[in-house]
């Protein structure tokens, strides 16, 4: 059962191999239905960053679900915006708070660049933050750390830095647009890929050829996009509000043949290229 199944980070940290994403949930009642249905359908996962706010609902449905704290893996991430050691801190200390929580499992710094200026250099500032990573890690209130929308040479940095790399990567993935140069990096230096927007906020699901391979497997479009991540060892991070979308969502136990996977792999949408908010 795919809700059973993990990928390991290069610190020997297991990660349940689906995420439950909350990004555009808003805080409240939708957040915290919404991630009460998810962990009773059996999503060990969740992930939300302090910009989406809705940390404080989601920590109140984790404490309401009955679920054993160690039995599931919390992921959020400091501000794009924050590029200074003290304030990655307090950001962190935010966090924490706000889901009321003694430790994080995965913490990223959530781009190389404040949104207001993408694809800035703020090197010197991912420094800092990193270093703020680091020792909040080594004092084992965070348990893995990581990054989100990164390139090669924003991972080098501080990677070279403080010795220490980032176990995982959360960028823009889907079926039509999968940045192979970026994964293929991340891989072969044993950085876990997590997938984010996987359905490409439902873009793709209209595609001919992705509609003709879920006709074949008898499956949603959504459920071939969510599994082709997972085939290509990445880990797929579905949103919903929908409790029988969670569940759908969930609902991976097949695998795709190679042969279809080499005709998805012929997707592409140059329209999807501009990088995904998350």
């Not at 969930?250 to 792999?265: P, S």
């Given at each position: 059962m795919i809700k059973d199944e993990y990928f390991t980070l290069s610190n020997g940290i297991k990660i349940p191999k689906v995420g439950f994403g909350t990004w555009q949930t808003p805080d409240g009642d939708v957040a915290y239905e919404s991630t009460i249905w998810a962990i009773k359908a059996g999503y060990k996962h969740i992930?939300?960053?302090?910009?989406?706010?809705?940390?404080v609902s989601i920590g109140k449905a984790i404490k309401d679900s009955g679920a054993k704290r160690s039995d599931l893996f919390i992921t959020t991430k400091c501000p794009a915006d924050v590029k200074t050691y003290e304030g990655a801190l307090e950001a962190f200390?935010?966090?924490?708070?706000?889901?009321?929580?003694?430790?994080?499992?995965?913490?990223?710094?959530?781009?190389?660049?404040?949104?207001?200026?993408?694809?800035?250099?703020?090197?010197?500032?991912?420094?800092?933050?990193?270093?703020a990573f680091v020792e909040l890690y080594n004092k084992g209130l965070i348990k893995s750390i990581g990054v989100s929308n990164f390139h090669e040479a924003d991972i080098k940095a501080i990677w070279d830095y403080t010795g220490v790399k980032p176990m995982v990567n959360q960028i823009r993935y889907f079926l039509g647009n999968t940045q192979p140069a970026l994964t293929k990096y991340c891989q072969d230096n044993d950085i876990l890929v997590e997938a984010y927007s996987p359905l490409a906020t439902g873009k793709m699901l209209e595609n001919p050829t992705l509609l003709e391979v879920a006709k074949k497997y008898n499956v949603s479009p959504a459920k071939i996009c969510l599994r082709y991540c997972i085939e290509n060892n990445t880990l797929p991070l579905p949103k919903s509000v929908h409790e029988n979308r969670i569940i759908d969502n969930?609902?991976?136990?097949?695998?795709?043949?190679?042969?279809?996977?080499?005709?998805?792999?012929t997707i592409h949408d140059e329209t999807l290229d501009r990088p995904l908010r998350s």
């Open positions: 992930d939300t960053a302090l910009v989406y706010g809705n940390e200390n935010t966090s924490l708070k706000n889901l009321d929580l003694d430790y994080i499992d995965l913490y990223l710094i959530h781009a190389p660049w404040p949104w207001s200026n993408v694809g800035g250099d703020y090197t010197e500032g991912n420094k800092a933050v990193w270093k969930l609902d991976l136990n097949f695998t795709i043949a190679k042969e279809d996977m080499d005709v998805l792999n």
